[in-house]
Protein backbone atom coordinates (compact mmCIF):
# COMPACT_ATOMS: atom_id res chain seq x y z
CA UNK A 1 0.00 0.00 0.00
CA UNK A 2 1.67 3.68 -0.86
CA UNK A 3 -0.17 6.88 -0.26
CA UNK A 4 -3.58 4.99 -0.96
CA UNK A 5 -6.53 6.56 1.20
CA UNK A 6 -8.38 3.79 3.00
CA UNK A 7 -11.80 3.95 4.67
CA UNK A 8 -12.36 3.05 8.20
CA UNK A 9 -16.04 2.91 7.94
CA UNK A 10 -18.07 4.12 10.76
CA UNK A 11 -18.64 1.89 13.48
CA UNK A 12 -15.89 -0.58 12.16
CA UNK A 13 -12.80 -1.57 11.75
CA UNK A 14 -9.55 -2.02 9.27
CA UNK A 15 -5.49 -3.19 9.63
CA UNK A 16 -2.73 -2.69 7.66
CA UNK A 17 0.59 -3.76 7.40
CA UNK A 18 3.00 -0.91 8.15
CA UNK A 19 6.86 -1.55 7.33
CA UNK A 20 9.76 -0.70 9.55
CA UNK A 21 10.29 2.80 8.60
CA UNK A 22 6.96 3.39 7.19
CA UNK A 23 4.32 5.69 8.04
CA UNK A 24 1.01 5.67 8.73
CA UNK A 25 -1.37 8.75 9.11
CA UNK A 26 -4.48 8.42 10.67
CA UNK A 27 -7.25 11.37 9.74
CA UNK A 28 -10.45 12.43 11.68
CA UNK A 29 -12.13 12.92 8.24
CA UNK A 30 -15.15 14.35 9.83
CA UNK A 31 -13.54 15.55 13.29
CA UNK A 32 -15.01 14.38 16.69
CA UNK A 33 -14.59 10.67 15.90
CA UNK A 34 -12.49 8.29 18.30
CA UNK A 35 -10.33 6.13 16.40
CA UNK A 36 -9.09 3.28 18.97
CA UNK A 37 -5.48 2.10 17.69
CA UNK A 38 -3.33 -1.11 18.25
CA UNK A 39 0.03 -2.18 16.86
CA UNK A 40 0.87 -5.76 16.81
CA UNK A 41 4.83 -7.11 16.01
CA UNK A 42 3.96 -8.39 12.37
CA UNK A 43 5.88 -11.40 13.16
CA UNK A 44 4.62 -12.24 16.21
CA UNK A 45 0.95 -11.13 17.30
CA UNK A 46 1.49 -11.74 21.19
CA UNK A 47 4.09 -9.06 20.95
CA UNK A 48 1.67 -5.89 20.89
CA UNK A 49 1.81 -1.78 21.96
CA UNK A 50 0.67 -1.85 25.58
CA UNK A 51 -0.78 1.91 26.94
CA UNK A 52 1.09 0.72 30.44
CA UNK A 53 4.48 0.11 29.32
CA UNK A 54 4.19 3.50 26.90
CA UNK A 55 2.97 5.12 30.20
CA UNK A 56 6.09 3.82 32.06
CA UNK A 57 8.72 4.19 29.20
CA UNK A 58 7.45 8.00 28.19
CA UNK A 59 6.90 8.72 32.33
CA UNK A 60 3.55 10.48 31.04
CA UNK A 61 -0.27 9.57 30.52
CA UNK A 62 -0.53 11.11 26.97
CA UNK A 63 2.19 10.71 24.35
CA UNK A 64 3.53 13.39 22.39
CA UNK A 65 5.13 14.12 19.39
CA UNK A 66 8.86 12.13 19.38
CA UNK A 67 7.37 9.88 21.86
CA UNK A 68 8.08 5.81 21.26
CA UNK A 69 5.06 3.36 22.07
CA UNK A 70 6.59 0.45 23.27
CA UNK A 71 5.37 -3.02 23.06
CA UNK A 72 4.49 -5.72 26.17
CA UNK A 73 8.17 -6.64 25.46
CA UNK A 74 9.19 -2.85 26.55
CA UNK A 75 10.42 -2.57 22.53
CA UNK A 76 9.22 0.88 20.32
CA UNK A 77 6.81 -0.51 18.15
CA UNK A 78 5.36 3.26 16.84
CA UNK A 79 7.22 7.21 16.80
CA UNK A 80 4.16 9.71 16.99
CA UNK A 81 5.70 11.70 14.63
CA UNK A 82 3.13 14.80 13.79
CA UNK A 83 -0.19 15.41 15.56
CA UNK A 84 -2.31 18.55 14.02
CA UNK A 85 -4.88 17.80 16.81
CA UNK A 86 -4.85 19.50 20.41
CA UNK A 87 -3.05 16.43 21.24
CA UNK A 88 -5.66 15.29 23.50
CA UNK A 89 -5.44 11.29 23.64
CA UNK A 90 -6.57 8.67 25.76
CA UNK A 91 -4.28 5.86 26.93
CA UNK A 92 -6.57 4.25 29.89
CA UNK A 93 -9.83 3.33 28.46
CA UNK A 94 -10.32 -0.07 27.38
CA UNK A 95 -11.92 -0.76 23.87
CA UNK A 96 -15.56 -1.32 24.31
CA UNK A 97 -17.12 -4.53 24.11
CA UNK A 98 -20.52 -6.58 24.33
CA UNK A 99 -20.12 -7.09 28.07
CA UNK A 100 -19.62 -3.02 28.18
CA UNK A 101 -23.10 -2.50 26.43
CA UNK A 102 -24.50 -4.88 28.52
CA UNK A 103 -23.52 -2.67 31.70
CA UNK A 104 -25.11 0.14 29.62
CA UNK A 105 -28.46 -1.43 29.41
CA UNK A 106 -28.09 -2.62 25.91
CA UNK A 107 -29.87 -6.16 25.24
CA UNK A 108 -29.44 -6.99 21.24
CA UNK A 109 -25.74 -6.98 19.65
CA UNK A 110 -24.05 -4.24 19.57
CA UNK A 111 -20.93 -3.01 17.78
CA UNK A 112 -17.63 -2.84 19.21
CA UNK A 113 -14.27 -2.10 18.87
CA UNK A 114 -13.29 -5.58 20.63
CA UNK A 115 -15.58 -7.01 17.71
CA UNK A 116 -13.63 -4.39 14.81
CA UNK A 117 -10.14 -5.30 16.12
CA UNK A 118 -10.94 -9.21 15.47
CA UNK A 119 -12.60 -8.20 12.45
CA UNK A 120 -9.84 -5.59 10.79
CA UNK A 121 -6.96 -8.48 11.60
CA UNK A 122 -9.17 -10.87 10.18
CA UNK A 123 -9.23 -9.29 6.80
CA UNK A 124 -5.31 -9.86 7.13
CA UNK A 125 -5.90 -13.59 8.17
CA UNK A 126 -4.19 -12.57 11.65
CA UNK A 127 -6.19 -13.40 14.91
CA UNK A 128 -5.32 -11.16 18.20
CA UNK A 129 -4.62 -13.06 21.52
CA UNK A 130 -6.84 -10.89 23.12
CA UNK A 131 -7.72 -6.99 23.43
CA UNK A 132 -5.16 -5.15 24.33
CA UNK A 133 -5.68 -1.89 25.59
CA UNK A 134 -6.10 0.95 22.19
CA UNK A 135 -4.88 3.85 22.26
CA UNK A 136 -7.61 5.89 22.30
CA UNK A 137 -6.69 8.46 19.52
CA UNK A 138 -8.79 11.88 20.02
CA UNK A 139 -10.98 10.49 22.79
CA UNK A 140 -11.46 13.25 25.33
CA UNK A 141 -11.84 11.92 29.02
CA UNK A 142 -10.54 14.80 30.90
CA UNK A 143 -9.97 13.74 34.77
CA UNK A 144 -9.94 15.29 37.68
CA UNK A 145 -7.61 15.56 41.26
CA UNK A 146 -9.54 12.93 43.54
CA UNK A 147 -9.67 10.63 40.10
CA UNK A 148 -13.36 11.47 38.73
CA UNK A 149 -13.36 11.24 35.07
CA UNK A 150 -15.70 12.24 32.58
CA UNK A 151 -16.74 11.60 28.96
CA UNK A 152 -17.11 14.37 26.71
CA UNK A 153 -16.91 14.79 23.00
CA UNK A 154 -13.67 15.27 21.29
CA UNK A 155 -11.58 18.67 20.60
CA UNK A 156 -10.57 17.99 17.03
CA UNK A 157 -11.51 19.74 14.17
CA UNK A 158 -12.21 18.13 11.08
CA UNK A 159 -9.00 16.81 8.85
CA UNK A 160 -6.95 16.69 12.13
CA UNK A 161 -4.74 13.37 12.05
CA UNK A 162 -1.65 12.07 13.84
CA UNK A 163 1.58 10.15 11.77
CA UNK A 164 3.28 7.30 13.56
CA UNK A 165 6.28 5.63 12.59
CA UNK A 166 7.07 1.83 12.63
CA UNK A 167 10.09 0.97 14.72
CA UNK A 168 9.42 -2.80 13.19
CA UNK A 169 7.37 -4.51 10.77
CA UNK A 170 3.74 -4.49 11.83
CA UNK A 171 0.19 -4.61 12.14
CA UNK A 172 -1.90 -1.53 12.85
CA UNK A 173 -5.25 -2.02 13.47
CA UNK A 174 -7.98 1.06 13.86
CA UNK A 175 -11.43 1.25 14.64
CA UNK A 176 -14.20 4.13 14.35
CA UNK A 177 -15.63 3.57 17.70
CA UNK A 178 -19.48 2.61 17.61
CA UNK A 179 -19.77 4.47 21.03
CA UNK A 180 -23.51 6.41 21.02
CA UNK A 181 -24.33 6.27 24.41
CA UNK A 182 -22.05 8.17 26.12
CA UNK A 183 -21.01 11.89 24.56
CA UNK A 184 -17.39 10.31 23.51
CA UNK A 185 -18.12 10.73 19.22
CA UNK A 186 -19.52 14.66 18.25
CA UNK A 187 -21.69 15.12 15.69
CA UNK A 188 -24.82 14.12 18.33
CA UNK A 189 -22.86 11.06 18.98
CA UNK A 190 -23.27 9.37 15.74
CA UNK A 191 -19.99 7.70 14.81
CA UNK A 192 -18.65 8.61 11.72
CA UNK A 193 -15.98 7.21 9.27
CA UNK A 194 -11.80 7.70 9.59
CA UNK A 195 -9.30 7.24 7.08
CA UNK A 196 -5.65 6.29 7.07
CA UNK A 197 -2.44 6.37 4.54
CA UNK A 198 0.07 4.24 5.10
CA UNK A 199 3.73 5.37 2.85
Given at each position: ?35 DTWA ?146 GKGG ?10
Amino acid sequence: MSDETVTVPARGGKAAHVKKGQHIKIINTHGEQVVDTWAFNADDVAEFMAMDATRAYNQRMVPKVGDHLVTNQRRPILTLVEDTSPGVHDTQMAACDRWRYGLLGVKEYHDNCADNLTAGLGELGLKETHTPAPLNLFMNIPWTPDGGLSFEAPVTKPGDYVVFKAEMDCVVAMSACPQDLLPINGKGGEPTEAHFEVY
